[in-house]
């Protein structure tokens, strides 16, 4: 979402200034959509699509609080995503960069804090974790402290918080420490995180793939949501053992940093292009493919290719 400036003021009357011939070229224009058969058409397409909602996608909902990399610009805010599971805003963040909790505020003033239960961090890169102290310290002045929130992160993330505990105390006993490397397959979460996560979210599985980014980085897969299967890539290069532990996922959200034509770079930094995380999707059977962490040297997003043709892109894992 790009921020416009606001021109003009809203006058205390409301004032007529269509000239008569805009009206005739409105009139005109419903005319013609009238004749040739658009209007019917649609309404019959309207009335005769199936219903695929069911009670639990009306519960679902995915909210980028950002879809940029590196650091936030005006354009778009740093990594943060908010998977909500209940009607009640229960919710899980993917990834907590710098800000996310202000762009939570700023989708709804009166947003619960106390309702977020559970935070997967990707991997330890700053873009992706700093706003996470914020969360915890405003969800211990809720009064969130008889429920720790469940966080899933890399191992050297939690010695960054025990080193901060000791600027701000409040958020020493606010999580339970849930190291991911401990959720790649074939283990698995214990039976008590297990429990938690389908009690507070109804989540039924959470399972965590390694990828090449850098040291402790990791996709994740998440059964039980509103959407069905959901996979994030957090970032990396494309990966063959990840599009295969989320085969047939209904919503994988990739990153795609860099625009197609910039594979050396992508594979340099460790990133992917759009090509490339289209390619991900192509092979895991994904039913819908939703693309973030863009570079900032980007106004909105790289250009998408024609068609969404991915084919002669490498995958590498």
């Known amino acids: 979402v790009i921020p416009r400036s606001r021109k003009g003021y809203v006058a205390d009357e409301e004032v007529a200034t269509t000239s008569d011939s805009e009206q005739l070229m409105e009139e005109e224009g419903r005319m013609a959509c009238k004749d040739s058969g658009a209007l019917e058409l649609a309404s019959t397409i309207t009335e005769a699509r199936p219903s695929t909602a069911d009670e639990g996608t009306e519960e679902a909902e995915l909210f980028f609080t950002g879809t940029g990399s590196a650091l936030p610009c005006k354009h778009r805010n740093v990594s943060g995503i908010m998977l909500r599971t209940s009607r009640e805003g229960d919710c899980m963040l993917l990834d907590v960069g710098e800000g996310t909790v202000g762009q939570l505020y700023r989708m709804q003033p009166d947003f619960d804090v106390t309702k977020v239960h559970a935070v997967w961090i990707s991997h330890p890169h700053a873009d992706h974790h700093l706003g ?4 915890l310290s405003e969800r211990q002045s809720r009064g969130a402290a008889s429920k720790p929130l469940l966080l899933m992160a890399p191992p050297n993330l939690f010695r960054f918080l025990e080193e901060y505990a000791n600027v701000d105390p409040t958020i020493r006993h606010s999580y339970l420490h849930v190291d991911c490397s401990s959720m790649v397959a074939p283990r698995t979460l214990l039976q008590s995180i297990r429990a938690e996560l389908q009690e507070r979210l109804g989540i039924t599985k959470c399972v965590a793939v390694p990828v090449a980014h850098c040291p402790h ?5 998440v059964d039980g949501t509103g959407f069905g299967r959901l996979a994030y890539s957090g970032d990396c290069r494309p990966s063959d053992r990840f599009a295969k532990e989320a085969e047939n996922t209904d919503v994988l959200i990739h990153e795609a940093t860099f625009e197609v034509g910039m594979e050396a770079e992508a594979i340099l930094k460790k990133h992917s292009t759009v090509g490339e995380a289209l390619t991900v999707g192509q092979k895991m ?6 693309l973030t962490h863009f570079s900032q040297r980007y106004p909105k997003i790289p250009p998408i290719p024609d068609a969404c043709n991915s084919k002669d892109n490498n995958v590498e894992e």
């Open 285 to 290: 059977n994904a039913k819908s493919v939703i």
């Open 217 to 221: 980085a990791y996709a994740v897969i």
């Open 132 to 135: 996470l102290v914020r969360l």
